[in-house]
Structures are given as C-alpha cells and as structure tokens.
C-alpha cells in the first residue's frame, strides 16, 4: 500500500463504519499533515495526546521505541498511515496508551534490553496495540463469538447486532481497512465491555472507554494472549456482501474451532 503523505487524504474514506470513532480528530489532522508535508507537525498541532510526536530519525540507534518513548515522551513517527492511526489512538485512548507503553517499557528493563525474543507479556501487548479490537455486545454474541460459532453469531443472532459496538482498536488493523479485504481478523479482547459504559464519545475526543479498559490491563492476563479472532468485515452493516449468509461459508476465513 502506498502511504506516504502526498496520498494522505485520497486514501482514507471516512465514511466507512469502522472509521468512525477515529474520524474526530482524525479527518482533519490528515488534511494538514498532507497540506505540511509533516505528520509529526501536524499531529503536534492537534494538541490532543499526552505525548510529542518526533521524527522517526530521533530514535537513536540501539534505542527500543517503546523505551524511548517512556524516558522522554516522545514518540517517533513515520510519514505514513501506519504510525497516523497510531497517533489518533494516542489521543482517542491516552489512558490506555501510556498504559501500554509503561508495561512495555518496565518488560525491557526486566530482560535487560530487547532481546532476540519478546516474551509472553511483549507478545500480547504488541498483538493488542497492533491488532486488538474491543466488543460491547450482548451476552449470546459472547458465547457464540468464543465458540467461532460464525453461523450462529453472524445470521442467526444477527438482530443482536444492532444492539452491539464493535471497536478497532489496533492501528494496523485500522490501515489494513484503508484497503478493505474479506480476511482482515481482529483479535477481540475477551472481556466484555459493559453496558453501563456509553459506547460513543459525541465531540469528546478522548473515548469513553479509554479509562475503564485502561484499568483492566494487567501483566498476567495480557500474558494469557486473551484474544479471540473475529474476521471483522463479517459484522453487519460494515460490508455489503455479508448480507447474503453464503459469505460466512468461506472455512479460509471464517474458521472453525480447534478440535481440542
């Protein structure tokens, strides 16, 4: 995929489902950074996260990114879409980011440096930040989603659906779907995210769940890998050919459960 900023604007449709919690900021923020020619400038000018976006050139060689950004706040950044969703992330779950960073961060120092391997924990958390996705649904897309039951979840329950929010919260998930294709999996957090916490943040930026899910991440758990795939353009209302029940035929994507 081509990404660099003179292609900024043209890539993005924001009027797709899965964009919409990250179209405030976002939209305009990706209109300055192609009219600058400067992503970090662009996403400093937006004042919206607890940290300072720095060219990529500032992380020193040596350097792990996920240490450097917690000794000095500072978080190199590419010229591309890659490191622009996880900038919008930054400002729509601050919270949760300095989370993830502070986790990261104290796993290097554990290990004395990066290391030829991550671990448990880096794996889960990276998985998370790249890949993660967050679900607000009613108990029986629970059960069905974590049985990989796709008939059930996506035809027979889908009514339910309209009762469900459905989050991406990785920022290479989120540039994957700049180029939607019928594969793209999310790995969902499995842990509910209550009902009582509002699903939309109106012209807030911060998102609402930013400090409930914030307050859920811990070392041992993440470290569980406690995910459960979801081919996420298998959701209702998010992709025009899932209309008919045949798309959920296709085992390549929607796959079955692992015999135990």
């Not at 292609?7 to 990706?30: K, M, N, V, Y």
């Not at 919008?88 to 502070?102: D, E, G, I, Y």
Request: with cysteine.
């Amino acid at each position: 995929m081509e990404a660099g900023l003179s292609h900024f604007s043209r890539q993005i449709d924001w009027s797709e489902p899965w964009l919409t919690p990250w179209r405030q900021p976002g939209e305009a923020i990706a209109a300055n950074a192609q009219a600058r020619g400067d992503l970090p400038a662009a996403l400093n000018a937006a004042g919206l996260a607890p940290v300072r976006f720095v060219p990529q050139a500032e992380l020193p060689e040596g350097v792990a990114y996920e240490a450097h950004i917690f000794a000095t706040g500072g978080v190199p950044t590419r010229e591309g879409l890659h490191d622009f969703f996880n900038a919008l992330c930054w400002m729509r779950f601050p919270a949760t980011k300095l989370r993830l960073n502070r986790l990261q961060a104290q796993a290097i120092a554990a290990a004395g440096g990066v290391g030829a391997r991550r671990g448990p924990l880096r794996d889960a958390l990276t998985l998370f930040d790249e890949n993660a996705a967050l679900l607000q649904a009613p108990e029986p897309l629970w059960q069905a989603l974590l049985a990989r039951d796709w008939q059930r979840l996506f035809v027979e329950l889908r009514p339910l659906w309209a009762q469900s929010t459905l989050l991406l919260f990785g920022h290479a998930l989120t540039e994957k779907l700049v180029a939607p294709y019928k594969s793209i999996t999310a790995h969902v957090l499995r842990l509910p995210v209550p009902t009582d916490v509002p699903a939309g943040a109106g012209a807030a930026t911060v998102h609402p769940w930013d400090d409930w899910l914030a307050g859920q991440l811990t070392p041992d758990w993440l470290a569980t890998k406690p995910y459960a795939p979801l081919p996420v353009l298998g959701r209702p209302g998010w992709w025009p050919a899932n209309e008919d029940p045949v798309f959920y035929a296709d085992a390549q994507v929607f796959r079955p459960a692992r015999m135990p």
